[in-house]
Every structure is written in C-alpha cells, then in structure tokens.
C-alpha cells in the first residue's frame, strides 16, 4: 500500500525567512496531494492541495509543488511569520475506482516554529 | 453555519466500558472517516464510509466499531477489545470523489479520549 514519507519532523525559522517541508510517496498511482495546518488541540485544517496533473500550485505565501518522477512533493512557505507556527501535514491518495476508496494516507508531521 | 461537531470534546472511558463519540455534519458530503491521532504521528485511518449504510474498516479498526444509519452522522464507538484508547480522535467528511477523483476532506475538531 501507500505509505508517505515526511521531512524534517521540526523545523525552526525565523520570521521573514523560508520554509520547506518535504514529502515523498510509494504508489506511483497516487494523485492527489493535500496538505493541512493543525495548530495545538485544533482541527487540521487545509490549506493547499495539488493534483497530478500539475506541477506546481501557489496560493499567496503557500506554494506546492510535485516531481511525479521522483515521487515527492514540497510545501513552501515564504515570508514566515509567527502566525505560521503549527504542525503540518502532507498526504497522498490514489483516487477513487479500480478497488480504492480515495482515503488519505497521512505523513507524520513537521511541527514548524516561527521565531519572532 | 456548515461544518462537522464532534462530541463530546473530551472523554474519560473507565476499564472495560465502551464508549461512543459524536459526529454530525450537515455539509451535505456523501463520505465520513475517523482518524486516530497519537503524538509524533500522523492521522491513522480507523473506518470510512462512502455512503448511507455502508462502512469500511480503515488501517488501525481493531477495538473500534461505526454505523452509518443517516448521512450526516457517523458515531464510533471505542470498545473495550482496543486496549490503548488513549488518543485524539477526528472525524472528517468529503463529497466523495466518484471515479478516479479526490475531494478535500474537512475536519471537525476532535475528541481527546483519556483512561480513567
């Protein structure tokens, strides 16, 4: 089955400066890639997702792109701020048909900090 | 207001009791999962349903059990058979995907779920 990999666990910057979280996957098949925000005893919350017919997305400071050949996708966040400071997520699914059910599997995590 | 509630937000289950959490959306989505949540992990996959009267088992079902009698509603209950409840617990729903496509899945936010 899937299984996703996500780097680095914690990750501490300071505000103003970038931040990368980076994910890979083992289903070739998988084409569809969310990522959530969870800030402490909160619901995750998305806050980007890209398919795999793109290669990259932006949504403001957020950006995602996909190297299907590689099998791994990155979460860019620019001009960090303290408000960014949260748990992230990323995950990966192979749709739905052929025998799947298009559910989620989740990376572990990478708890971001924004230093002021 | 459109969203998903989940209760109650905190659960304390005594030794050999079973105990059922809450979760209700009226976003009008076909499909509903629970997730299990431990520190350093990501979210576990415990049931899922696509549709009214239908469930299936997740990676982790061992100890738990579900119905799916109304589309907006999808309890689980934690039985006395899961011998370390001690977790986070998120529900989700999404539109449900139809062939080959994905939906976002939206969050409600969480029963903590601890061992008297």
């Known amino acids: 089955g899937e299984n996703v990999e996500q780097h680095p666990s914690t990750l501490s910057v300071q505000e103003g400066d970038s931040a990368v979280i980076k994910c890979t996957y083992s289903?070739?098949?998988?084409?569809?890639f969310p990522w959530y925000k969870q800030e402490l005893g909160k619901r995750p919350q998305l806050i980007i997702d890209?398919?795999?017919n793109v290669g990259e997305k932006k949504d403001q400071r957020i950006a995602v792109t996909l190297n299907k050949t590689a099998k791994h996708f990155s979460l860019h966040i620019t001009e960090t701020q303290p408000e960014d400071s949260a748990v992230y997520f990323c995950?990966?699914?192979?749709?739905w048909g052929g025998g799947s059910q298009g559910n989620l599997i989740f990376g572990k995590g990478t708890k971001l900090s924004v230093k002021p | 207001d459109g969203g998903i509630t989940q209760s109650p937000k905190y659960l304390f289950r005594k030794e050999g009791q079973n105990v059922t959490l809450s979760c209700e959306q009226n976003?009008?989505?076909?499909?509903m999962y629970w997730y299990r949540q431990d520190p350093g992990q990501g979210l576990r996959l415990i049931y899922y349903?696509?549709?009214?009267?239908?469930?299936q088992k997740g990676d982790i079902a061992e100890g738990y059990s579900v119905s799916r009698e109304k589309k907006e509603s999808f309890p689980l209950t934690v039985t006395s058979a899961q011998k370390n409840p001690t977790a986070f617990y998120l529900c989700?729903?999404?539109?449900?995907?139809?062939?080959?496509?994905?939906?976002?899945?939206?969050f409600g936010d969480g029963t903590r779920l601890s061992i008297l």
């Open positions: 289903d070739s098949a998988s084409n569809y």
């Open positions: 995950a990966a699914s192979i749709g």
């Open positions: 976003l009008n989505h076909d499909a």
């Open positions: 349903s696509q549709i009214v009267n239908d469930f």
């Open positions: 890209i398919r795999s």
């Open positions: 989700a729903s999404s539109t449900g995907g139809g062939r080959g496509a994905n939906q976002p899945q939206h």
